[in-house]
């Protein structure tokens, strides 16, 4: 019953923020056109007692009233049905965003690590679109509440044991409520082999996966395994599916018996004379009516349920997403780095894991520096770039930008002043124009920022390529798009980065990993060139990972990680004396070369 509570709560106070008017305009044609309905009996019962009574004249006038009732009844209904269908929309819309927002509206990640926020919102997006007609069902409800306590009343009138049967049609409401209930559990315990077996069909089937898939022969396994999850879900959804129609089946079943009672007592009431043919037809329209009324309401009572599990489960992702508060005082980023970025005693473990990926890591990186950051595959490498970005917070320590703990600092100001390029850089299937732009929104239509970027990534070629230029759509998902290769949109995330104004960070998480050894050189140039630039203008910090120890090198400052520690730091020389890790790997790596 909370359930059904919240739905009407939230959906009332979502319709009264987005579109008063509808609301109110759509709720008074609904209320006209149901209350036409009990009037129909009331007439018809009139009609029948004028017409055994030989009114010809009133009995006319009466079938025009009914045939007015039952157009009230259709026309209201449906001119309503107008209004509602776009406030749905209206809310749908913004539920939409609602869940943009606590997916992706945080700066922080820490929420999309775990695997019951995935569950919940991946159950939350499909369930999304089935809301849009929940406010029509709340109207609808009101008014089939309104319509069985006029029948209620006018049955009552005839004999007071039928106003019982309004009431019949608890039972059914109540067991209705339990069959949601395990409908729900099951969708519940259903999410994750839905999500493994979306997962293992996109694996299959995306062309980032098909060719290795394909020549490594499993193909069929993967199927297998993705026709097993599958099976697992529907498996869960079948049984519940069947309780819940038999729970369901045995509400009507008392509702039915109680109908045939109350018909029972009004033809033995015409039997003996108590009332007459008119009393009858009343009852027995009426009755119709209130079967009708308690399916119809059955059906709309689990549609609310849904849309307030819906809003129930939007609320809980609401909950994680706040577990990462945005500062009280957002102190604003700095305009230029003067000292730079210091971690004291940074330790952090991702959430749900139950082991430190990074130690107590004690770390100066200097303004105006280009750092390297090496160490073997998995010695939190990326993770401390995260850490500095902001999308995580240290499990314990801090990270300090010019004296400043980065957790005071406002997210937004501070994401604007990071130029990244990840490892797994994004492949935005869009015009060009926006692939760069998203690196700077207000850039969108400058055609001359975007070209300099793309020019200080050395992807004039890319550009030369897309029939279209900057507005040329690229790859061939949504449309006849021109598909690059690995290099490209890489040369592209570069360019997304070089297009960022004044910034204080400059990342490269592996920029190099799918370029080949003439363009890593220009690739390392060209952002040398940009970094320089950053730096003479803001004092900007230049970090880099990279396992190619012929760029490592050139750094002011490498340091190495091992199991999530620094083992060593200073500059290359210096480190090549000392003789430890860093030279170790440096030897190895040249040796290999050679
Ligand atoms: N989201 C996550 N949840 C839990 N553990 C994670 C997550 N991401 C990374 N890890 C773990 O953290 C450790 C460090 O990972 P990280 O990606 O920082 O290493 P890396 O040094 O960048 O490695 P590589 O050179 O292979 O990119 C690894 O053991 C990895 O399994």
Redesign the pocket.
């Known amino acids: 019953m909370t359930t059904l509570l919240t739905a009407v709560r939230t959906l009332l106070r979502l319709a009264h923020r987005l579109d008063p008017r509808r609301l109110y305009v759509s709720a008074a044609l609904l209320l006209v056109g149901l209350l036409a309905t009990p009037a129909v009996a009331l007439l018809l019962r009139a009609f029948t007692d004028s017409a055994l009574d030989g009114a010809a004249g009133t009995a006319a006038w009466l079938a025009a009233g009914i045939a007015a009732a039952l157009v009230l009844e259709l026309s209201m209904g449906h001119f309503a049905h107008l209004f509602y269908f776009e406030l749905g929309e209206q809310q749908e819309t913004a539920l939409r965003q609602d869940v943009l927002d606590v997916s992706n509206g945080t700066h922080g990640l820490e929420h999309l ?1 775990s695997p019951e926020f995935a569950d919940t919102l991946t159950l939350v997006r499909e369930d999304l679109p089935r809301t849009r007609a929940s406010m029509e069902a709340v109207l609808q409800l009101c008014g089939l509440a309104l319509q069985a306590v006029l029948t209620t009343v006018i049955l009552a009138t005839v004999n007071p044991w039928l106003a019982l049967l309004p009431l019949a049609a608890v039972p059914p409401v109540l067991v209705a409520d339990r069959a949601q209930a395990v409908l729900d559990r099951a969708k519940e315990r259903s999410a994750e082999p839905t999500r493994l077996s979306r997962h293992l069909l996109a694996l299959a089937t995306s062309d980032h996966s098909v060719p290795e898939v394909r020549l490594s022969g499993a193909e069929s396994e993967l199927m297998r395994h993705q026709a097993r999850a599958w099976q697992r879900s529907t498996d869960l959804l079948r049984r519940a599916a069947l309780h819940a129609a038999a729970l369901r089946a045995g509400g009507q079943l008392l509702f039915a018996l109680a109908y045939g009672g109350g018909l029972w007592l009004v033809v033995r009431q015409a039997l003996d004379g108590s009332v007459d043919a008119g009393d009858v037809i009343l009852v027995i329209t009426l009755a119709v009516q209130v079967s009708v009324q308690v399916a119809s309401a059955l059906g709309l009572l689990a549609m609310l349920q849904g849309a307030g599990r819906t809003f129930e489960r939007l609320d809980r992702l609401r909950a994680w997403s706040a577990e990462e508060p945005a500062p009280a005082a957002p102190v604003p980023a700095p305009a230029r780095l003067e000292q730079g970025i210091r971690l004291e005693n940074v330790s952090f473990r ?4 139950d082991r430190d ?1 990074l130690t107590g890591v004690d770390l100066t990186l200097p303004a105006g520096a280009t750092v390297a950051l090496v ?10 770039v995260k850490l500095l970005c902001g999308m995580y917070r240290p499990t314990t320590g801090r990270v300090l930008v010019d004296g400043v703990d980065l957790r005071d600092l406002d997210p937004a100001a501070w994401a604007a002043r990071i130029a990244p390029l990840f ?1 797994d850089f994004a492949r935005l299937e869009l015009p060009l124009r926006e692939n760069v732009g998203v690196g700077r929104l207000s850039a969108l239509d400058d055609d001359g920022a975007l070209r300099g970027a793309i020019t200080a990534a050395r992807a004039d070629r890319v550009l030369d390529r897309v029939p279209g230029g900057l507005d040329g759509l690229l790859g061939k998902g949504y449309g006849d798009g021109t598909e690059l290769s690995g290099g490209q949109w890489q040369l592209l995330g570069l360019a997304r980065c070089l297009v960022r104004e004044d910034p204080l960070l400059m990342l490269l ?2 920029p190099a990993s799918a370029l080949d050894a003439a363009a890593e050189h220009a690739l390392f140039e060209r952002f040398t060139d940009a970094a320089d630039r950053a730096r003479s203008d803001s004092g900007s910090l230049t970090l880099f ?1 990279s ?1 190619r120890f012929s760029t490592v090198r050139s750094a002011d400052l490498i340091v190495v ?1 091992e199991k ?1 520690a620094v083992r060593e730091q200073g500059g290359h020389d210096g480190l090549l004396a000392a003789r430890g890790l860093y030279a170790e790997l440096f030897e190895l790596q040249a040796r290999a070369y050679q």
């Open positions: 690590d991702y959430p749900g894991s990926v160490g073997e595959n998995g010695a939190g490498k990326s993770t401390l490892q998480d592996e990972i396992h990680l999530g």
